[in-house]
T-cell receptor, first 108, second 114 residues
């Protein structure tokens, strides 16, 4: 079993839909990251959080430390949101442990 | 450009050859990380440095792999006697000092071993 599990693995949506991607982890962490990766490989950090909730534009990230679970929400999805979204947890030794990613496609 | 840079962006080599990749972190970042990502998978940790000290190495880093950060600034990752299984995207990231530092990623070097 992977230390970081994401669901779903693939997700398709119509423009405007509300999207949720889930992440569960089984190790102790100091922080959790949500990352976005576009074709070609570039990774952009969307959020780093250790408790509660963060919002940036149409993106919202939440974390429940007791349940070892985080969610990434995208409101009013748009085709430009199409990408791979990766959950990564920051271990006690500071390295990141990544999930396998959720491939999102948003159609017009 | 003040982001993390990596060179080369793409490398095609024949099995058995040696390759070296370079990563230039954001200048004030003292931590530097190397990750490897194979097709369809999330990245996997390889190693990381704090200044010039290599603090942790993954068991993924076989004897054919070596990483250095001689002056605490740029880092190199060398793969000797490349194998087809080494084909992957090699990602570098850097972060600010302290546990709260967010990691910033470079564009990656895509290695193809023929």
């Amino acid at each position: 079993k992977n230390e970081v599990e994401q669901s779903p693995q693939n997700l398709t949506a119509q423009e405007g839909e509300f999207i949720t991607i889930n992440c569960s982890y089984s190790v102790g962490i100091s922080a959790l990251h949500w990352l976005q990766q576009h074709p070609g490989g570039g990774i952009v950090s969307l959020f780093m959080l250790s408790s509660g909730k963060k919002k940036h534009g149409r993106l919202i990230a939440t974390i429940n430390i007791q349940e070892k679970h985080s969610s990434l929400h995208i409101t009013a999805s748009h085709p430009r949101d199409s990408a791979v979204y990766i959950c990564a947890v920051r271990s006690s030794t500071d390295k990141l442990i990544f999930g396998t990613g959720t491939r999102l496609q948003v159609f017009p | 450009d003040t982001g993390v840079s990596q060179n080369p962006r793409h490398k095609i080599t024949k099995r058995g050859q040696n390759v070296t990749f370079r990563c230039d972190p954001i200048s004030e970042h003292n931590r530097l990380y190397w990750y490897r990502q194979t097709l369809g998978q999330g990245p996997e940790f390889l190693t990381y440095f704090q200044n010039e000290a290599q603090l942790e190495k993954s068991r993924l880093l076989s004897d054919r792999f070596s990483a250095e950060r001689p002056k605490g600034s740029f880092s190199t990752l060398e793969i000797q006697r490349t194998e087809q299984g080494d084909s992957a995207m090699y990602l570098c990231a850097s972060s600010e000092p302290g546990l709260a530092g967010q990691q910033f990623f470079g564009p990656g070097t895509r290695l193809t071993v023929l």
